[in-house]
């Protein structure tokens, strides 16, 4: 695809890009005379350049995909000056959902996996005819530990899961 207005592009540098919510691309690199070039390309195809201030160089992209795109300028300041920042008003940004959408969660239970009687415990609550299979007496404890661990485990599945549902991820 074409450049608009005939601009042509010093190739030698990187040319910096950015997509926005509503398909468009912008472009930024070093155009003709070392002018900054933004160039905004349409999911249809078309392109058109952004009108900026004068930028002499290649500039660079700045983007928050949730609050905006900037084209910085290098050579519009000093050396010991911060240097500009220019909103690019075409760029649309991301939207993360409807109110009330996203946001810390509550924790909450989940179904029980199995009940925790004798069949979850090693040997089926039975003690083991060679004790020494448990040779500190810890056994129990450790295995106690491990299974809440699984409790907590399944309880953020189930929660992950229903946020997924709930956002049409998960069916």
């Known amino acids: ?6 601009l042509t592009r010093y190739t030698g540098a990187n040319a910096f890009t950015a997509e ?26 078309t392109m058109t350049q952004i009108a900026l201030p004068p930028i002499v160089g290649r500039p660079s992209l700045e983007v928050n995909p949730l609050a905006g795109l ?22 649309v940004p991301f939207v993360l959902g ?3 959408s996203g946001g810390p969660v509550a924790a909450e239970d989940a179904a029980p996996i199995a009940p925790l009687g004798a069949e979850a415990w090693p040997n089926y609550g039975q003690s ?8 500190d007496g810890r056994w129990y404890v450790r295995a106690n530990k491990i299974i809440a661990l699984l409790v907590q485990l399944a309880r953020a599945v189930a929660q992950l899961q229903r946020l997924a549902r709930q956002r049409g991820e998960l069916r």
């Open 20 to 45: 926005d919510a509503a398909g468009n691309v912008f472009a930024v690199f070093q155009g003709p005379l070392d002018s900054g070039v933004c160039v905004m390309r349409r999911p249809d195809g």
């Open 98 to 100: 409807p109110p009330g």
């Open 70 to 91: 900037w084209v910085v300028g290098n050579r519009e300041a000093g050396p010991r000056e911060f240097p500009p920042r220019y909103r690019i008003a075409e760029y």
């Open 128 to 135: 083991y005819p060679d004790e020494r299979v448990i040779q």
């Open 1 to 6: 695809m074409s450049l608009p207005n005939t």
